[in-house]
T-cell receptor, first 112, second 114 residues
Framework: EDQVTQSPEALRLQEGESSSLNCSYT??????LFWYRQDPGKGPEFLFT???AGEEKEKERLKATLTKKESFLHITAPKPEDSATYLC?????????????FGKGTKLSVKP | DAGVTQSPTHLIKTRGQHVTLRCSPI?????VSWYQQVLGQGPQFIFQ???????GRGNFPDRFSARQFPNYSSELNVNALLLGDSALYLC?????????????FGPGTRLTVL
């Protein structure tokens, strides 16, 4: 069964304290892995798409990496405005392209 | 450019009623997917429509149905509402052109079933 596990469930950081979020996945052939940011009561906001092991993408203080079994979202020198829930999702080969399988998310809190 | 729009923003219904949720995709996007997000969980796939045809369906009962219109907007219908249907319903659109299949989400409709 295709599934996504994110850890930790919650993470509290001080402003400027760098850390990483983990997304482990098991899927019958990975088509793509997606990272989203979600603020309370709002829809997920797209961050990155990764397609193959070894791929890396960066955006401001965020950097996403991909291996054959997991992905990491590295947050460098976070600011309070980075506080949100970060969702990881995978798209399996052979499945509907519209079918993203999500993890439960990591809730990040950054204190000033 | 306008993003994905959904209506209504909030909705309160009672058990047994039915509900219709609406979604307008990003201009030029032909694929629309629907997701249900229960508090504290990640979104769960319900349906995908592309060019007005159902392309995928998640593990949801037949009380859930959807359709896509010629202008690519979409409706999600839920009949015989249960308390467990209370959730944030998300619509996502995608161009589905070549490798460009990233899904962009709308703000969601918060459904409360009493």
């Amino acid at each position: 069964e295709d599934q996504v596990t994110q850890s930790p469930e919650a993470l509290r950081l001080q402003e400027g304290e760098s850390s990483s979020l983990n997304c482990s996945y098991t899927v019958s052939g990975l088509r793509g892995l997606f990272w989203y940011r979600q603020d309370p009561g709002k829809g997920p906001e797209f961050l990155f798409t990764l397609y193959s092991a070894g791929e890396e993408k960066e955006k401001e203080r965020l950097k996403a990496t991909l291996t054959k079994k997991e992905s990491f979202l590295h947050i460098t020198a976070p600011k309070p405005e980075d506080s949100a829930t970060y969702l990881c999702a995978v798209q399996a080969r052979g499945g509907s392209q519209g079918n993203l399988i999500f993890g439960k998310g990591t809730k990040l809190s950054v204190k000033p | 450019d306008a993003g994905v729009t959904q209506s209504p923003t909030h909705l309160i219904k009672t058990r047994g009623q039915h509900v219709t949720l609406r979604c307008s995709p990003i201009s030029g996007h032909k694929s629309v997917s629907w997701y249900q997000q229960v508090l504290g969980q990640g979104p769960q796939f319900i349906f995908q429509y592309y060019e007005k045809e159902e392309r995928g369906r998640g593990n949801f009962p037949d009380r859930f149905s959807a359709r896509q219109f010629p202008n690519y907007s979409s409706e999600l219908n839920v009949n015989a509402l249960l308390l467990g249907d209370s959730a944030l319903y998300l619509c996502a659109s995608s161009p589905l052109v070549g490798w460009e299949d990233t899904q962009y989400f709308g703000p969601g409709t918060r459904l409360t079933v009493l």
